[in-house]
């Protein structure tokens, strides 16, 4: 067995993930991984977590779902009154990681938040399950509950004061997020562990500079 042989069983790699292979502009090359997640079938592709922080510094993290991506960053819709609410509201910036294990990819993303505008939380509001429309204004979401009973008997409440309506308002303390990103990172996986990582930087000029990362 030659020397190189010998490396590469002791590094072996799959998937190579080259610069070259990338689309310059991440976003387009984060709908394409994930188009190809939706495609493989994988468990709630849309799944990520989103790391929030308060201004004195603490963490926290929770698993949401991506409702929207385009050219202007990541969409996801929650109550504006919840424990995320309150620290986007205080810190505007978060961090999401997609984890895709079918193919051993991650996606990290960083950047700052904005609210989506009315219409468009109105719009996604409106698409929801009537269940979930309901639901969203029976729970005080990251509130103490003394039981579940509680809930129980808020949720009744909501469903005899919409009896007989189909159209649900949206609660006004309800709505979107995007998350505009400044910096986003495709990770791919490999069996030695020297994984590839290639970062894009967004430039104040708006345009990409591509990087690749030790693992």
């Known amino acids: 067995m030659s020397s190189a042989d010998a490396d590469s069983d002791l590094f072996p790699l799959a998937n190579i993930l080259h610069k070259s292979q990338l689309d310059p502009d991440p976003l387009r090359q984060f709908q394409k991984w994930f188009e190809e997640a939706v495609t493989a079938r ?4 849309e799944a990520m977590t989103l790391a929030t922080a308060m201004p004195d510094g603490r963490p ?5 779902l991506l409702r929207g991506v ?3 960053g990541f969409t996801f819709f929650t109550n ?13 910036h978060a961090a999401l990681v997609f984890f895709w294990q079918h193919f051993d990819r991650q996606v990290l993303v960083e950047g700052t938040v904005e609210k989506t505008t009315a219409a468009e939380s109105d719009a996604y509001f409106a698409s929801r399950p009537r269940g979930n429309r309901l639901g969203t204004w029976a729970s005080p979401q990251s509130e103490v509950l003394t039981n579940r009973e509680m809930l129980d008997q808020r949720v009744k409440a909501v469903q ?4 007989g309506q189909e159209e649900v308002p949206r609660p006004p303390w309800w709505g979107g997020f995007r998350v505009v990103p400044t910096v986003i990172e495709f990770w791919q996986g490999q069996p030695s562990r ?3 990582r290639i970062r894009y930087r967004r430039q104040s000029d708006g345009t990409w500079v591509m990087e690749r990362l030790a693992p």
Not at 42 to 45: D, E, I, K, R
Not at 60 to 64: D, F, H, K, L, Y
Not at 84 to 91: C, F, M, T, V
């Open 42 to 45: 994988v468990a709630l592709p």
């Open 80 to 92: 504006y009154e919840s424990r995320k609410g309150h620290e986007l509201a205080a810190n505007a």
């Open 160 to 163: 005899e004061q919409y009896a």
């Open 70 to 72: 385009d050219d202007r």
């Open 60 to 64: 926290s993290a929770r698993t949401v």
């Open 194 to 196: 020297l994984h590839d």
